[in-house]
């Protein structure tokens, strides 16, 4: 099946493709994912305290806010924001565009992720700091928010990890990154399988050097806590 | 002194406090004895404004809250009075992220806005109180059930409180644990600290209070010294209860 002709047009094919792919990545996939992390977490964690806040009008913001986010395809977000919008005026250039659109994604899932964590404190914990005279907020500030932190890492971890993968559909709105790339590549060389399999590769070890970080993290994180 | 006037609570359709009356007097320890559901815990979380009654007054020191279902209290007021109070928990409800000095550090800095320096030397005199001067850097999990509750004891006298008030603090210890906490109490009882303890250790009740409060569903059936509760009492409900924990 393999003659070595083919083997070696193959393997030059791959090793002139890795460095613009991993360029793409380094480019376009690390930033739009760190950037909408970033941005997405400070969403997300407001979003949380609204839905916590007794303030009625807050609270029904977020919880519509948080419904329509996770109730709708990530790639139709996207594409009304790339594709529809103009037609109401505003144009997105493609890397904005996706920032937006991840970041608002991002802040809904990982608020549920923060609003659970506030709320598996112990009830305990709250009565204890106003016992020595907090107000809510000091005892949200002080006592809750650094426990519930603790509890979010994990989950947030893998939302992150998840995060680097779907910026992938960033490529259906032309941003170029690492997919688009090998998509590009794929169809000039006429090497979808090979390509394809190096993009994956790619990711695997994008993700497999996050997972690391992530689980140093929550080493970190568990050292005061009882198990 | 504290005076609690006919106090009401209700939990929905529960009557948990049917027109409490107590005086309890200043650097006195008072005892609230009772089967469980008796309302003693409900009555002492309303000292603090943990609960807020249906109605009634609560004086302490110079502060005195009407309480109405009508009027809401202002937050204001319920911190104002919460200051002059320090409870101890019967899970301890320690701060599991702080070590043992910074809980106790952490009230006197956030609320009483003491200097870290002021915090940490207050902290470190009540270590060596409650017999855990070498504890400061532990984390609340490294500790045993009897020294994290003592670290309880430290950081609600850390503030200051007119009064200490204790709910079950022994309860969820380990018996052989139990004791080294009662001598923490004992001693503070001892200096003249105002305290009001829930408890079902009736030796330390009879050993250490200058006042038992016999409660029973949702009232108070006997009170007095605790040769005249244990000794001398004709009160059938309370005879009752003390023959079922006649472990004293």
């Known amino acids: 099946m393999f003659t070595s002709d083919r083997s070696e047009h193959i393997i030059g094919i791959l090793r002139d493709s890795f460095f613009p792919i991993l360029e793409a990545g380094l480019y376009f996939t690390i930033p739009l994912t760190l950037i909408t992390f970033i941005l997405g977490l400070i969403l997300a964690f407001l979003t949380a305290i609204a839905r ?64 659970a964590s506030i709320l598996s404190i112990p009830k305990g914990q709250w009565e204890a700091a106003y016992s020595i005279g907090m107000t809510k907020s000091q005892a949200m500030k002080r006592i809750v928010l ?82 | 002194m504290i005076t609690i006037e006919k106090l009401f609570k209700r939990f929905h359709d529960l009557e948990v406090l049917k027109g409490i009356d107590v005086i309890l ?14 309302g003693k815990t409900t009555l002492l979380r309303c000292l603090n404004l943990l609960e807020i009654p249906d109605s009634g007054k609560i004086s302490l020191g110079s502060n005195r809250i009407e309480f109405s279902p ?68 532990m984390y609340p999990h490294q ?10 004891i430290a950081r609600a006298m850390a503030m200051d409180p007119e009064v200490l008030l204790f709910d079950e603090p022994t309860s969820a210890l380990d018996p052989e644990l139990v004791g080294e906490v009662l001598k923490v109490m004992k001693d503070l009882a001892k200096e003249g600290m105002t305290m009001v303890i829930v ?16 409660m029973d569903q949702g009232i108070v059936m006997e009170k007095g010294t605790p040769d005249e509760v244990f000794n001398h009492s004709g009160n059938p409900r309370l005879l009752q209860f003390l023959n079922k924990v006649s472990s004293r």
């Open chain 2, 199 to 214: 408890t079902h250790e009736m030796k330390f009740a009879e050993d250490v209070a200058d006042q038992v409060i016999f």
């Open chain 1, 52 to 115: 916590i806040s007794e303030m009625k009008i807050l609270n029904y913001l977020a919880r519509v806010y948080v419904w329509i986010f996770r109730g709708t395809p990530l790639i139709v977000q996207l594409f009304i924001l790339f594709y529809g919008f103009p037609s109401i005026g505003i144009t997105l250039t493609p890397f904005p565009a996706a920032i937006i659109g991840f970041t608002l994604n991002v802040g809904a899932y990982a608020s549920e992720i923060f609003r």
């Open chain 1, 146 to 227: 650094p426990q519930a932190m603790r509890v979010s890492v994990p989950p947030l971890g893998n939302s992150f990890i998840s995060l680097v993968k779907d910026t992938s559909l960033a490529a259906t709105i032309t941003v170029t990154e690492m997919f688009q790339k090998g998509q590009q590549i794929a169809a000039a060389t006429y090497e979808p399988l090979w390509l394809y399999i190096e993009v994956a590769f790619i990711y695997l070890i994008f993700s497999t050097i996050l997972s690391y970080f992530q689980s140093a993290l929550e080493k970190r994180y568990n050292r005061s806590i009882a198990k």
């Open chain 2, 143 to 152: 500790l045993s059930g009897g020294q994290q509750q003592r670290i309880g």
């Open chain 2, 25 to 38: 007097e200043k650097g006195k320890t008072a005892v609230i004895i009772g089967p469980s559901g008796s």
């Open chain 2, 70 to 137: 009508s009027a809401k209290l202002r937050t204001k007021d319920i911190m104002t009075f919460r200051k002059q109070t320090g409870m101890v928990f019967q899970n301890y409800n320690l701060f599991p992220h702080l070590t043992a000095l910074e809980n106790i550090m952490e009230g006197q800095v956030v609320v009483l806005k003491r200097s870290k320096e002021v915090a940490r030397k207050k902290a470190q005199s009540l270590l060596e109180k409650v017999g855990l001067k070498d504890r400061g850097n």
